[in-house]
C-alpha cells in the first residue's frame, strides 16, 4: 500500500495506522495516549493531521492509513494546533518546571528556590528523566503556558504494596486502563466520575487489594507521566545499566531487563520494550528483585564464630576455616544441604564437591521436602512440559493453580485461549484472575479424584492439566497426581506441572534418585559432623550437627552457624538453569558481587582447593559448563505410587470452614520471598488465615484480628487476612511447616473471634 | 384476508365503538407534563363528580397534545357531540365541567379552550385553530392526545403498522429508496439522509445487524422524544420494524435514559402486545421477517446520546466516544453493522411508508422536506411541543406558535446547549439543517429555548459551557479542559473580573475545542459562545468594561438600592436582610449599606410582594460601580 506523507510516498502494510506509517518512514507525529501494545484511543489529541478528503484534523492513531492517502503531518494551523492542546494538557499536570528557563541549572543544582511555591514539578517528580511528556514538550516545543494549571488536590494513594499513585499528574491518556483490560484481561482499572472530575482507579472505591489487581505492574510500564511511582524505585533516578537477564522466583524464567544504577539493581522491566512496554512479568519479577538484591540482611563478608561472639574475617581466613573444619571429615559424617534456586553451574562443582572431596553423597534440600511426598509424580510429569501444549489442546484444566501473583506469562495465554473459545476449567481452593474467564470451577476434590478428573475432560480430545503448585500440599495430592500421571503415561491427556523454584529440574538431575530422601530424616541420624547448608538452612533448632558452614547471600540468624561464607546475590554471578520447559535459560551478570561475596561454585572451589584438590581450578562458569555432562539435565524420576494419606471428610455443620495449608514456596535462594520483601507479604503473609470477605464480616473480624481456628481437639490461632481471592467456606494459611497441628490437609476447622 | 387486514378491521372496530358517537368519554393527558401538572388528582376528582351525578363515561388516557402550558388537559365528548377541551384544569373544576356537559348538556363556557368539532362553535375556537396550533403540520405527532398509548388497536385503528405492512410487501431495497426519496433526514441532530445511512449499512458485510433506536435526548429543556414515545410508542418500535427490514437486521434496541420511566414503561407494555398480534418475533405478520427488540436503560450522561458512546454502553463498557471512521454503519453493536435513528426520525417513517415519498415531500423545503417537533421552552408566552414543516422562520414559530415573549426579545438558542444562540436579526432564518449552520448554530434534536431581556446572554453561555463541560466523558484533552478553561474565562466575565484579552483567550479556546475534539459534545461546545461573542459582544463588552449586566442577571454586577420616595418605612426588609445591610426606624426612610449587601434578593421580594412595603427596593446594574 502506497500514500503519501508530507510530500513524500511512503509504503505501508494493510491494516496500519497513519502513525505507524509515519513512524516507519521516520516520521514523527508527537503523541501520547497511542502506544504499540494497544488499541487505538485518541484521546491526547496532539497526533491530528490533515488527510485530503476529510473533513477536519483526524487524529493518525486511530485513522487507518489507506491506498492513495494524502496526509500532511505539519501545516502552520496544525503547529498551531497542537499547541493549543499541549498547553490544555500541561495545564491539568503541575509542570511548571518544562517551561522554566532555569530548568537546566535546576537539574544540575536541584531544586532552586524560584519553585518554592510549586509543590510539585519535574525536578521533584520520581518519573524525572525517563518522562514521555517531557519528550513531547521537547518535541512540540513549548515557551509558556497561557493557562492557569489546575491542582486537582487529589490524595496520594499510598496503601497498596509496591507502587504509589498520584493522581494530580494523570494526563488520562488511559494507557494503564487498556493494558489492564486488553493484555492483562484483569480489568482492575477504569475511567472514573466524568468532566473535570474524571479519573482513574477500580470502580466502586475499592482498594486496588479489593478490585483484584495482581500488582503487575503494566500499568506502571505504560504511565508516561509520574502518577504511578515504583514505591522501591521512586528516587532511585534513571538507570545507567540494563542488562537482560532471567527472573529467579520460579520455573518459568521469564525473560526481563534488570535496570540498575551505579552498579546497583534499581528495577526490572519485561524484556526488551524500553521504558513503556506491556507486562508480562508476575508482581514477583517486577517488583521484589530489587528488594531481595539490596535486603539489609545482605552478607558483605564472611564471619565466623569465636569463643564469646561473632568475628567478621577475610575471605582468605574463612576460606581456610572451611577447609580445617572439613578435614578429615569424610563420607556420612558430612551432608549438604542444597537450594532449588541455585544455577546449574553451583550445583554441579558442589555436586562434585560433595561426592568428590567429602566422598558424600549424603545430599538433600529441605525446600524439596517442603514440597512433600507428591513431588516425586509432579515432577515425573514435569518432564514432559511443553508450553506449546496450551495452544494445542481443546480443553484446559487448572488444578492448584493460583495465577494470582505468580506465573502470569502461563495465565496470559490461558485467558487468551480462553477468551477465542477454548474450553477452561479450574479445579482448587483460590479465585484467580482467570476465573472470570473459566467455563467451569471445582473445589479441590476429595475423593475418586481419578473419576473427577476424568469426568472434567471427558469430551476433550486434546486435554491439558496445569498443575500449580498448590496441588501438592493437600492430603490425596499423590492421589491426584497418580490420576494425571496415568493420564499422561496412557497419552489421553497432557500436563503442564508449574515449579515454584527457579531451578528445581537441575536439583533433580544432581540429586537423581535421592531427591525424595528427607532432609529432617538425614539431619537426626546423629551421624553428620559438619552440615554445609548451600543457600538452604533448615528452619527449626540447630541440627544436631558438629558443626554448620552457612553459604548464603542473606545472613543466617544468629548462632545457627559456625561460618558463614557471603555468596553472590540476585544478578551478581552468570549461570544456567533448567526452565520448567526444560530449556536453559542464561542469567547475566548485572552487578558486581557485594562486598567480598563470591559465586557459589568459586568459593566451593576455593574451599576444594585449600584442601589441597588440584581440579576445581574453574576460571568462570563457562568452563564449568564445557565440563558438566549433557546428561546433567532433565531425567525422568522414580516416583511413588499414589498412596493418599487418606481423604479429608467433607466438613461437618459444626466445623464450617474447609481450610488450606501450604509452605511460603515463593522463595529467594532458601528465603521465603515474604520474608525478604514487605510488599510481596502484604499480599501473601505466612501465618495468616486468608479468608473470604464476606466471611470476615460475618464474623465482625477485620484485617488483623485473631481468631481461633478448631479443628477436632486441635487448635490455634492466627490473625485474619480477608481477600477476595477466596470464595466463600475457604480458608488458606501460608506456614512453614504444613504438618504442624491439623490433623489433616485441607482440614474442616471452625473459626471463631477470639 | 391477510393477518394485518384481520387486526386492521378488529381495531377499527373497537375504535368506532369507543369514539364513534355512541358513548361520553372524557380524555385526559398524562404523559409525563400533565402528571407534572397534577392529571392524576384531576382524574380522581373526575371519577368522584361522575359518580356524584350518576353518570356514565369512559375516561381515556392520552399523551401530551402539545400544548404543556395548558396541563393538566381535559377533553370532554357526548355521544354524539364534538369533543370540548379544557385546560389547566384544577381538581375543583370537575363537578362543574362533568355538571355542565352532563346535566345541562353545554360546555362550561367560562373554562373551554377549544373544540375538535369539524363545524364551528358559536364563542369557541376550533382546537387547532387556536394560534399556537394552526400553523402546525402533525404528522409524527398526529396520534399524541388522542389514542390511548397503551392500546395496539388504537394505534393500527389511526394507521398504525399499515406502513410496516406496505414495507414487507416490497423487495428491503426498495423501502430504502422510498425512503431515499422522501428525503427525510436524521432528526437526532446532524441531519444525515436516513435512507443514505441504510443504505450504507445494507451494503456492510455481516451476518448480524442491529437497529439501535436513540432515546437518550439529554439536551436540558428538551422533551420531544419523551412526549413521542409516552403519546405514541407504536410509531417509534413500527418505525424501528421497518428499519430493521429494510437493512437486514433482527435486533434492536431502544437506548434510553432511566429518568423516563413512564416512557419505558409504555414502551414495554406496547412490545408485549405487539408479541401478542405477532408483530414482533418470529414471523412478523405472516412474513418471513423476524425482528425483536431490547430495552436498554442508561443512567443518564449526555454524552452516550452520541452514537459511538451510545453503542459502548449497550456493550457494557463506559460510555466514550471512539472516533470514527468507522462508522456504526460499518462496525457498530458488537462491531456489527448497525443503524442508529433518533426516536422522531423512526416515528416519521410509518407516515412515509405509507403515504408515500411525495406526500412527504409536500412539506417543508427541497432540501429540508417535512416536518420537526421542537420543544419550545423559555421566557415564552406558550410552552410546549410542536411540529412545523421545517423552512418556517424562527419568527413565525416564536411569536405565532409560542406567543411571544412577555419583556422584548433577547435571543433563541436552537440545539440544546451545543447550539448557538441567535440574536433578533436572525429572526428571518427558515428553520433548517444548512441554515441554522451557517448561523453558527445547530439543528440539533429540537430544543429551543426563548429569552427575553431579563435574560443574560453571557450568563446563558457561561450555563450551557457549565453544563457541557460536567458532562464531559473526559477522555479528550480539548473537551475536558478547554471547556473547563472556557468556563472560568465566563465566571470570571459574569463576576465583574473580566478583562478585554480574555474575550481572545475565548475566541482562541473555542476554536481549538471546536477543532480538536473527539466526539461531537466537543466540536460543537464552543457554540454558545462563538454565537453570544459574534451576536452580542456588546453584551460581553458591558460586563467587562462597565462592570454592567443590561439583564440584571449576573450577581456581582448588580447593586440594591431603596428608592426614598417609595419607602413606607415599615422594617420588613430590615427583618428580612440575612446580614444586617438595612437599617432605619420605623415609618422613616431606611438606608441600605452596600458594603454589607450580600445580593440575596430576600428585600426585593418582601418589599414587591408585602402589602404594607413600597415596592422601593431596585436592583440595578452598571450604576458606577
Ligand atoms: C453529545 C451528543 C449527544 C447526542 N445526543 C443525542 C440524543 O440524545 N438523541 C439522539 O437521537 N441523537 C443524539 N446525538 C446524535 C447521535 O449521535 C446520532 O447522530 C443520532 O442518534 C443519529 O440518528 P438520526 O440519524 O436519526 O438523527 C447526540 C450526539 C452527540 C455528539
Ligand atoms: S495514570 Fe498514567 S497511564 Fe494512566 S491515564 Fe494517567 S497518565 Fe495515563
Ligand atoms: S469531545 Fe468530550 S465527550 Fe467527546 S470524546 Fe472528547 S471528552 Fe469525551
Ligand atoms: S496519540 Fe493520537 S490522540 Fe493521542
Redesign the pocket.
Known amino acids: 500500500m502506497k500514500l503519501v506523507i508530507d510530500n513524500r510516498t511512503v509504503e505501508a502494510p494493510e491494516g496500519t495506522t497513519i502513525l505507524d506509517a509515519a513512524r516507519h518512514s521516520g516520521v514523527a507525529i508527537p503523541s501520547l495516549c497511542s502506544h504499540p501494545e494497544l488499541t487505538p484511543y485518541g484521546g491526547c489529541r496532539l497526533c491530528i493531521v490533515e488527510v485530503e478528503g476529510m473533513r477536519g484534523f483526524p487524529t493518525a492513531c486511530t485513522t487507518r492509513a489507506e491506498e492513495g492517502m494524502t496526509v500532511r503531518t505539519v501545516t502552520a494551523e496544525i503547529r498551531q494546533l497542537r499547541r493549543e492542546v499541549l498547553q490544555l494538557i500541561l495545564s491539568e499536570h503541575p509542570a511548571s518546571c518544562l517551561m522554566c528557563e532555569e530548568a537546566e541549572a535546576c537539574a544540575s543544582f536541584q531544586t532552586t528556590i524560584r519553585k518554592a511555591g510549586v509543590t510539585t514539578g519535574c525536578r521533584t517528580c520520581t518519573n524525572d528523566g525517563r518522562c514521555d511528556l517531557q519528550e513531547v514538550v521537547e518535541s512540540v516545543g513549548l515557551e509558556e503556558i497561557a493557562y492557569p494549571i489546575y491542582y486537582r488536590n487529589i490524595p496520594v494513594e499510598k496503601d497498596d504494596p509496591f507502587y504509589d499513585r498520584d493522581y494530580n499528574l494523570c494526563i488520562l491518556c488511559g494507557r494503564c486502563v487498556r493494558i489492564c483490560q486488553e493484555v492483562r484481561m484483569n480489568g482492575t482499572l477504569a475511567f472514573k466520575q466524568r468532566g473535570r472530575r474524571t479519573t482513574i482507579g477500580p470502580a466502586f472505591d475499592r482498594s486496588h487489594l479489593e478490585a483484584g489487581c495482581e500488582f503487575c505492574g503494566a500499568c506502571l510500564s505504560v504511565c508516561p507521566t509520574g502518577t504511578l511511582g515504583e514505591k522501591g524505585r521512586k528516587w532511585a533516578g534513571a538507570p545507567d545499566a540494563t542488562t537482560a537477564s532471567a527472573c529467579p522466583f520460579c520455573g518459568l524464567a521469564c525473560d526481563l531487563q534488570i535496570l540498575a544504577r551505579k552498579d546497583t539493581i534499581i528495577g526490572t522491566l519485561p524484556p526488551d520494550t524500553g521504558t513503556c512496554s506491556g507486562g508480562t512479568l508476575c508482581v514477583k519479577g517486577r517488583f521484589c528483585v530489587p528488594e531481595a538484591a539490596n535486603h539489609p540482611d545482605r552478607l558483605a563478608g564472611p564471619a565466623a564464630r569465636v569463643e564469646g561472639g561473632v568475628l567478621g574475617v577475610p575471605m582468605e581466613e574463612a576460606i581456610q576455616r572451611a577447609a580445617g573444619l572439613l578435614k578429615g571429615v569424610e563420607g556420612g559424617a558430612f551432608a549438604m544441604l542444597l537450594s532449588p534456586d541455585l544455577s546449574l553451574e553451583d550445583l554441579w562443582v558442589a555436586g562434585r564437591f560433595a561426592r568428590e572431596v567429602m566422598k558424600s553423597d549424603r545430599l538433600a534440600s529441605t525446600a524439596v521436602e517442603a514440597l512433600g511426598p507428591a513431588v516425586g509424580p509432579f515432577l515425573e510429569v514435569a518432564a514432559g512440559n511443553r508450553l506449546a501444549d496450551i495452544g494445542e489442546s481443546d480443553c484446559i484444566v487448572a488444578v492448584g493453580a493460583d495465577f494470582s501473583y505468580g506465573f502470569s506469562p502461563i495465565a496470559l495465554r490461558i485467558m487468551a485461549e480462553a477468551r477465542s473459545g477454548r474450553r477452561y476449567i479450574r479445579v482448587g481452593a483460590i479465585e484467580d484472575p482467570t476465573a472470570k474467564l473459566a467455563r467451569e470451577s471445582h473445589p479441590h476434590p476429595l475423593a475418586q479424584e481419578s473419576a473427577f478428573l476424568e469426568h472434567l475432560i471427558a469430551s476433550a480430545h486434546r486435554p491439558l492439566f496445569v498443575l500449580g503448585p498448590d496441588v501438592l500440599f493437600p492430603d490425596n495430592a499423590e492421589a491426584v497426581l497418580a490420576a494425571v500421571r496415568n493420564f499422561t503415561r496412557s497419552g489421553r491427556a497432557k500436563a503442564l506441572a508449574l515449579l515454584p523454584h527457579h531451578n528445581l529440574f537441575g536439583l533433580a538431575a544432581l540429586l537423581g534418585d535421592t531427591l525424595e530422601r528427607g532432609a529432617s530424616a538425614l539431619l537426626n541420624d546423629g551421624a553428620i559432623r559438619v552440615l554445609y547448608c548451600l543457600e538452604n538452612l533448615p528452619g527449626g533448632p540447630r541440627p544436631a550437627a558438629v558443626s554448620v558452614i552457612h553459604q548464603s547471600p542473606f545472613r543466617p540468624p544468629a548462632s545457627s552457624a559456625d561460618l558463614v561464607l557471603p555468596a553472590a546475590g540476585m544478578g551478581e554471578a552468570p549461570g544456567t538453569v533448567l526452565t520448567l520447559d526444560g530449556q536453559p535459560a542464561v542469567v547475566r551478570q548485572a552487578v558486581g558481587p557485594r562486598g567480598t561475596a563470591l559465586p557459589d561454585w568459586k568459593i566451593l572451589s576455593a574451599i576444594a582447593t585449600a584442601m589441597g584438590r588440584t581440579d576445581f581450578n574453574y576460571a568462570d562458569a563457562g568452563e564449568i559448563r564445557r565440563e558438566m555432562p549433557p546428561s546433567f539435565a532433565l531425567k525422568p524420576l522414580r516416583s511413588l505410587e499414589g498412596q493418599t494419606r487418606g481423604p479429608a471428610a467433607a466438613p461437618p455443620a459444626n466445623q464450617p470452614f474447609l481450610l488450606h495449608r501450604r509452605p511460603p514456596y515463593e522463595s529467594f535462594r532458601g528465603v521465603a520471598l515474604n520474608a525478604l520483601v514487605p510488599g510481596f507479604a502484604d499480599l501473601l503473609p505466612s501465618g495468616h488465615i486468608a479468608i473470604n470477605p464476606g466471611d470476615a464480616a460475618r464474623l465482625g473480624t477485620t484485617d488483623g484480628d485473631i481468631v481461633r481456628v478448631e479443628a477436632g481437639g486441635a487448635a490455634a490461632e492466627f490473625p485474619v487476612k480477608p481477600s477476595p481471592r477466596l470464595t466463600p467456606g475457604t480458608l488458606v494459611l501460608i506456614h512453614a511447616d504444613p504438618s504442624a497441628r491439623f490433623p489433616s490437609n485441607p482440614c474442616a476447622v471452625n473459626l471463631r473471634r477470639r | 384476508m391477510t393477518d394485518f387486514e384481520r387486526l386492521k378491521e378488529q381495531s377499527i372496530r373497537e375504535w368506532t365503538d369507543l369514539t364513534g358517537g355512541t358513548r361520553a368519554v372524557i380524555t385526559l393527558g398524562t404523559a409525563s407534563c400533565g402528571r407534572a401538572a397534577g392529571a392524576m388528582a384531576v382524574r380522581r376528582s373526575i371519577e368522584e363528580a361522575l359518580a356524584k351525578h350518576g353518570v356514565e363515561a369512559r375516561i381515556l388516557e392520552v399523551g401530551c397534545i402539545g400544548s404543556c402550558y395548558l396541563e393538566p388537559m381535559v377533553d370532554v365528548t357526548l355521544p354524539g357531540g364534538p369533543r370540548f377541551s379544557y385546560g389547566n384544569v384544577q381538581p375543583a373544576w370537575a363537578e362543574r365541567i362533568v355538571a355542565s356537559h352532563f346535566l345541562e348538556g353545554k360546555p362550561l363556557a367560562s373554562k373551554v379552550v377549544g373544540h375538535f368539532g369539524r363545524d364551528a362553535i358559536e364563542g369557541i375556537p376550533g382546537f387547532f385553530d387556536l394560534p399556537m396550533f394552526a400553523p402546525q403540520v402533525r404528522i409524527v405527532l398526529k396520534n399524541c392526545g388522542f389514542i390511548d398509548p397503551e392500546n395496539l388497536h388504537h394505534s393500527i385503528a389511526n394507521g398504525g403498522y399499515a406502513g410496516l405492512h406496505k414495507a414487507l410487501q416490497k423487495p428491503p431495497g426498495d423501502v430504502i429508496s422510498e425512503v431515499e426519496a422522501a428525503g427525510l433526514r436524521?432528526?437526532?441532530?446532524?441531519?444525515?439522509p436516513?435512507g443514505r445511512?441504510w443504505r450504507f449499512c445494507s451494503e456492510a458485510e455481516g451476518e448480524m445487524k442491529y437497529v439501535i433506536c436513540?432515546?437518550?435526548?439529554?439536551?436540558p429543556g428538551a422533551f420531544m422524544?419523551r412526549s413521542l414515545i409516552e403519546g405514541d410508542p407504536h410509531a417509534v418500535l413500527e418505525g424501528m420494524l421497518i428499519a430493521g427490514y429494510a437493512i437486514g437486521a433482527s435486533r434492536g434496541y431502544v437506548y434510553i435514559r432511566a429518568e423516563y420511566p413512564l416512557a419505558i414503561e409504555r414502551l414495554k407494555k406496547a412490545m408485549a402486545q405487539m408479541r401478542a398480534e405477532g408483530l414482533l418475533g418470529e414471523g412478523i405478520l405472516g412474513s418471513p421477517f423476524s425482528f425483536d427488540i431490547g430495552i436498554k436503560e442508561g443512567a443518564g450522561a449526555?454524552?452516550c446520546?452520541?452514537?459511538t458512546a451510545?453503542i459502548a454502553s449497550i456493550e457494557g463498557r463506559r460510555g466514550m466516544?471512539r472516533t470514527r471512521p468507522p462508522f456504526p454503519v460499518q462496525e457498530g453493536l458488537h462491531g456489527r453493522p448497525t443503524v442508529?435513528?433518533?426516536?422522531e426520525?423512526?416515528g416519521t417513517l410509518p407516515h412515509i411508508l405509507r403515504n408515500g415519498a411525495a406526500w412527504y415531500r409536500g412539506f417543508g423545503t427541497e432540501a429540508n422536506p417535512g416536518t420537526k417537533t421542537f420543544s419550545l421552552v423559555g421566557k415564552i408566552r406558550r410552552t410546549g411541543l410542536i411540529e412545523v414543516p421545517l423552512g418556517m422562520p424562527l419568527r413565525k414559530i416564536i411569536f405565532d406558535i409560542g406567543g411571544g415573549t412577555l419583556k422584548p426579545f433577547r435571543a433563541v438558542q436552537t440545539g440544546g446547549p451545543?447550539g448557538g444562540c441567535l440574536s433578533e436579526e436572525f429572526l428571518d432564518t427558515p428553520v433548517g439543517y444548512e441554515s441554522l449552520a451557517k448561523a453558527g448554530s445547530i439543528m440539533g434534536?429540537g430544543g429551543l429555548i426563548v429569552m427575553d431581556t431579563d435574560t443574560c446572554v453571557v450568563d446563558i453561555a457561561r450555563y450551557f459551557l457549565d453544563f457541557i463541560q460536567k458532562e464531559s466523558c473526559g477522555k479528550c484533552t480539548p473537551c475536558r479542559v478547554g471547556t473547563r478553561h472556557m468556563v472560568e474565562i465566563l465566571e470570571r466575565i459574569t463576576g465583574g473580573e473580566g478583562e478585554l484579552r480574555d474575550l481572545d483567550k475565548l475566541q482562541l479556546l473555542a476554536q481549538t475545542v471546536k477543532k480538536t475534539s473527539l466526539?461531537?459534545?466537543g466540536q460543537?461546545a464552543p457554540n454558545p459562545v462563538l454565537t453570544t461573542l459574534a451576536y452580542f459582544r456588546s453584551e460581553y463588552l458591558q460586563h467587562i468594561q462597565e462592570r454592567y449586566c443590561s439583564a440584571v442577571v449576573c450577581r456581582p454586577l448588580l447593586e440594591y438600592f431603596i428608592i426614598p420616595e417609595k419607602c413606607t418605612g415599615c422594617q420588613r426588609c430590615v427583618a428580612a436582610c440575612p446580614t444586617g445591610a438595612i437599617t432605619g426606624p420605623r415609618a422613616e426612610v431606611h438606608n441600605l449599606d452596600a458594603s454589607k449587601c450580600i445580593k440575596c434578593r430576600s428585600c426585593y421580594e418582601i418589599c414587591r410582594f408585602e402589602a404594607i412595603a413600597g415596592n422601593a427596593i431596585q436592583i440595578r446594574s452598571g450604576g458606577g460601580l
Not at chain 2, 436524521?186 to 444525515?192: H, I, K, P, S, Y
Not at chain 2, 436513540?214 to 439536551?219: F, K, T
Not at chain 2, 442508529?340 to 426516536?343: K, P
Open positions: 436524521g432528526r437526532g441532530g446532524a441531519g444525515f436516513t445511512k436513540n432515546a437518550d435526548e439529554g439536551d422524544n449526555f454524552v446520546g452520541e452514537e451510545l466516544p442508529i435513528n433518533n426516536v426520525t423512526l451545543s434534536s466526539c461531537g459534545l460543537t
